[in-house]
């Protein structure tokens, strides 16, 4: 499959962050995994879908053999079309896509959701359920017609990624700790990104926001 130059780009973006490598998943609750897929998320699919080795297994050895191509072609079917990333410009389109695979699609929709109540530009207020249906598209296309309106929606976005993140981190659970100070990195990175900042990891970006 011909992917999107577009997803493409986002993509580069999303796998700086989530890996390249194959790892065992010993701080991922998700398991083994490589390119940002994970073998919890393989076996969620159907069985023809997630047998990316063709043995008639979803296991393991399916996330360690797994091409780059196969990566961005899941990300595409599971990501990029259900959060139609075509549909809006750069900014909501990058951070929606980071978000939906790092938080889940549905949290990355609620938040959007949320965000373009308090942008005022539905007819009435949107159920903040996770689906991206008609009206939510419709909405979200209203507020980034708006002056700056996809900049303060990707803006609205991120702001709650990092509030749950707290969230999961006040928990305690180690799951979650171990984690956070790589999260806040990542939505720090993210802000760099949409605002065409330097953005990768050896550009510490987050130490320019925090001296700021």
């Given at each position: 499959m011909i992917l999107p130059d577009f997803f493409l780009r986002l993509m580069e973006f999303v796998l700086h962050w989530e890996g390249l ?66 549909a809006w410009p750069s900014p909501l389109a990058a951070v929606l896509l980071d ?114």
């Amino acid at each position: 499959m011909i992917l999107p130059d577009f997803f493409l780009r986002l993509m580069e973006f999303v796998l700086h962050w989530e890996g390249l490598a194959y790892t065992g998943g010993r701080n991922d609750k998700g398991g083994a995994t490589k390119f940002g897929v994970s073998l919890r998320f393989l076996k969620g699919l159907p069985v023809l879908e997630g047998d990316l080795d063709g043995d008639g297994a979803v296991t393991w050895k399916d996330v360690f053999s797994m091409t780059r191509e196969q990566a961005l072609d899941l990300f595409w079917r599971h990501f990029g079309q259900p959060l139609y990333v075509g549909a809006w410009p750069s900014p909501l389109a990058a951070v929606l896509l980071d978000t939906g695979v790092n938080c889940g699609r549905g949290s990355a929709v609620r938040w959007a959701q949320a965000a373009c109540n308090g942008m005022g530009e539905a007819p009435a207020p949107l159920l903040v359920d996770g689906v991206l249906g008609q009206k939510t598209r419709a909405a979200l296309c209203a507020a980034c017609r708006l002056p700056g309106g996809p900049d303060a929606l990707a803006r609205a976005v991120i702001a709650a990624r990092k509030a749950h993140y707290d969230r999961l981190n006040a928990t305690g659970d180690p799951d979650y700790t171990v984690n956070h100070k790589g999260w806040m990195r990542r939505v720090a990175s993210l802000e760099a990104f949409v605002a065409g900042r330097p953005w990768r990891m050896e550009d510490k970006p987050w130490e320019r926001t925090q001296a700021a």
